[in-house]
């Protein structure tokens, strides 16, 4: 079992920052993947940034640039670096881990980017 935990969420004005955080507890010794995503309301959940145990990262294509998704394996953590927030950005953020067939969600944290 992987726990999770998201944190970093809030209100922020277009063009403004946020980095979500999600610290991961539990067999995380065997993750190999991890990443965020977003659920907007009536959208489905998309997948934005993820990051693998060798540190590769992959992008969504309407984030490059924007957001830098990076890993603490120290403290378990990982983060997603969010700039230049667009109305659109505004979602449900998810961390999602991978454990060989095994998926794990965090609960969500809300980013809500003004106009």
């Known amino acids: 079992q992987v726990q999770l935990v998201e944190s970093g969420g809030g209100l922020v004005q277009a063009g403004g920052s946020l980095r979500l955080s999600c610290a991961a507890s539990?067999?995380?010794?065997?993750?190999?993947?991890m990443g965020w995503y977003r659920q907007a309301p009536g959208k489905q959940r998309e997948l934005v940034a993820s990051?693998?145990?060798?540190?590769?990262?992959n992008y969504a294509d309407s984030v490059k640039g924007r957001f830098t998704c990076s890993r603490d394996n120290a403290k378990n953590t990982v983060y997603l670096q969010m700039n230049n927030l667009k109305p659109e950005d505004t979602a449900v953020y998810y961390c999602n881990a991978k454990n060989g067939a095994a998926t794990y969600w965090g609960q969500g944290t809300q980013v809500t980017v003004s106009s």
């Open positions: 539990g067999s995380i010794f065997r993750v190999n993947f």
């Open positions: 990051i693998t145990s060798g540190g590769s990262t």
